[in-house]
Every structure is written in structure tokens, then in C-alpha cells.
């Protein structure tokens, strides 16, 4: 049996990180986001995680202060993690000594530069941005008694570009922001084991038309690898690059693994990336194309820890090209192709 882990969240203002990162746990039953802390009664990420139950506490600086008043209930709740997503107080020395690498940080610059008391958000941007820096970017770093100075655990940059503003600057920082806070935070809780790389394409000709996908796994750090393809009577394009990552997904023989799936269909991934195929999911796919592919796709996909990767198709990646290939040459051969039911139902 999987250990449950449990996170807390500490947030001050809107809340967009504490939401993806409540979002993202969602879709998992072994980690769970059991609160959000919160200094500000007006803070409106109190909002934000109505939708998902998450239960709000507000608290004094006197009681983050005092070692005997908030303390008390962290110790009670018992985290594997506290995350601190956007919060402004210093966390007093109590706390972090009764957390010892338990409490981490997002800060919206690349530490050790442009850190400090009262370097936050807007601050932060302007700063990076008078300083001249050709990049900027985000790290994510254990918490200690000093501002921005602990261990860092990880760290994403962008480009700072010629006519940047503190406001265009904090758009390119918060898209790393939900591009990898929780990601790191996963890894935190659940090291990875040895990874399997699927790689998948689909094809069809007319679309609708005749059609097939293929798929290569690999499994990383070894040299065992499989192929797989299969061709189609009738169907559609986006039906067989979900097809693919389905088989691919079957045939491993055991779970939960680590799985990376790369796809050159953005229909795919960002369907799971951008989560909207769990909203989907709480809406019965009412009105969404394919259902059947995706309620097949969420069954899989719970069975293991799955990241997707979108990769610019006719590129020239190996694998990607391979897959091309098979699910065109699977298409084409009408002998073995066979129906697809679900798509022939349907119509």
C-alpha cells in the first residue's frame, strides 16, 4: 500500500499557485492538500479552494509567533510538507525547527539574486528588470530563519527581453510557476523509481478515414524496449493519438509506475496538463468528443504517476518520427486493420 501524504499550504494573496497546486493533487489518491493557512483576512485564495473542500484558517502574527498557539495545530495535522505559495510573513524559528525540511518556498527570481526582506512580487520584477538581467525565473528552495536563503531544490529561468515590464515579466514567471511548483513538490513527497518513456502517434487518412497509431516504450536505464501498432477501419486523427497513449499505458504489466508520455498531439496533452479533462470528468464528458476514449484514458492513467510531454511532430525526434511511421504504415495495411468501436457507435 502507497504512504498518504499530506500537505498544507500557506498563501497571503490570490492564491493562483495554492489553486494548480490543490488541482494538480486532486487527480491523486495518495497525496492530499489538508488546509490553507492564510495571514489575510482579505486574501482571496479563500475563494479559490471552495471548489475543492479545502478547508481555510486564518491567523494572527501573534500566533505565528506565539510557539504554543499556531504551531500546535500544524504539529496536530501532522504534514509531510508545508508549502508556502506566495505567503509574505517570515516563518519564525520555532516553526522551522519543528519542520526540518519540511517547509519550502517559490520565489519569483533566481536566488541567491534578488532575494531578501520586502523582495516580492512586483518588487521582485522591477528589481530584475533595472539591474538590467538578460533572465529571470523562479526558484524553489527550503525554508530556514533567514529570508530566501535556504537549500534550493530547484530552479526554471526565462528571458528578460528589451521592452519587458514588471507586469509582462510576472506573466512569464507565473507560467513557470504552474509549469513546475507542483511537479517538484510530487517529487518531494514520491521519489521517483526508475522511469518508462512511452512514446505514441496516431493517423488518419481523411479524417475520418482509415487510420492507426503506434507506440514505442522504453524503459529508461535499460536497453528493453517494445513496439506496438494497429490499424483502423474508420476513425479519426485525435481518436488514434489517444488510442496510442491508452495501449501504451495497458501494456505495462506492472503499477503505479512512473510513466513520461510524448505526444505530438496538444490535443492530448494539454487536455491533462491543463486539467481540463477532469472537468470534463465531473461533467459526465457531457457534450465532449471521444468520452469513451477518455474514460478509457482516466482508467489507465490513475494507475500510475503520468507526465506528459508535447513534442513538435515532424521534427526530427527519432522516436517521434518511428511512431509516425508505424501509425501511417498501420493505417494503410487493410487486412489487419480493425474496427473502432467506439468511434462507429457514436456515429
Known amino acids: ?82 508549502v508556502l505559495a506566495g505567503f509574505l510573513w517570515k516563518i519564525p524559528p520555532h516553526i522551522v525547527e519543528a519542520f526540518p525540511n519540511k517547509i519550502i518556498n517559490i520565489h519569483p527570481s533566481l536566488l541567491p539574486k534578488f532575494g531578501g526582506k520586502g523582495m516580492f512580487g512586483r518588487h521582485v520584477h522591477k528589481a530584475v528588470i533595472d539591474a538590467k538581467e538578460v533572465e529571470s525565473g523562479i526558484s524553489i528552495h527550503y525554508v530556514n530563519s533567514e529570508y530566501d ?47 518508462v518513456l512511452l512514446y505514441t502517434d496516431g493517423a488518419a487518412s481523411g479524417n475520418p478515414g482509415p487510420g492507426g497509431y503506434g507506440l514505442i516504450l ?67 464528458f457531457k457534450n465532449k468528443k471521444n468520452a469513451d476514449l477518455w474514460k478509457e484514458f482516466l482508467e489507465q492513467y490513475r494507475k500510475h504517476k503520468v507526465q506528459m510531454e508535447w513534442i513538435k511532430g515532424h521534427n526530427q525526434h527519432p522516436q517521434n518520427e518511428r511512431c509516425d511511421k508505424m501509425a501511417v504504415e498501420a493505417s494503410k495495411k487493410s487486412d489487419s486493420q480493425i474496427e473502432d468501436v467506439g468511434y462507429q457507435q457514436k456515429n
Open 149 to 195: 536563503e535556504g537549500a534550493i531544490i530547484f530552479q526554471a529561468k526565462t528571458t528578460v527581453d528589451f521592452q519587458e515590464t514588471p507586469e509582462s515579466l510576472a506573466q512569464k514567471i507565473h507560467k513557470l510557476e504552474h509549469q513546475y511548483f507542483s511537479k517538484q513538490i510530487e517529487k518531494l513527497l514520491i521519489p521517483t523509481a526508475k522511469r
Open 1 to 82: 500500500m502507497s504512504k498518504h501524504h499530506t500537505i498544507l499550504i500557506f498563501a497571503s494573496g490570490s492564491g493562483t499557485n495554492a489553486e494548480q497546486i490543490i488541482r494538480h493533487f486532486s487527480r491523486t489518491r495518495n497525496v492530499k492538500v489538508a488546509g490553507v493557512y492564510t495571514n489575510n483576512p482579505s486574501a482571496y485564495v479563500t475563494e479559490r479552494v471552495k471548489e475543492f473542500d479545502v478547508p481555510t484558517f486564518l491567523f494572527s502574527r501573534e500566533q505565528l509567533n506565539d510557539p504554543y498557539a499556531l504551531l500546535a495545530e500544524l504539529k496536530d495535522k501532522n504534514p509531510d510538507l508545508i
Open 218 to 284: 522504453e524503459w529508461e536505464g535499460t536497453p528493453y524496449k517494445k513496439t506496438y501498432a494497429q490499424g483502423f477501419i474508420h476513425t479519426t486523427n485525435n481518436r488514434m493519438e489517444l488510442k496510442a497513449v491508452i495501449k501504451g499505458l495497458q501494456l505495462l504489466k506492472q503499477s503505479p509506475l512512473d510513466v513520461v508520455v510524448y505526444t505530438d498531439s496538444k490535443y492530448v496533452s494539454e487536455a491533462v496538463e491543463k486539467m481540463w479533462v477532469f472537468d470534463w470528468e465531473k461533467k459526465n
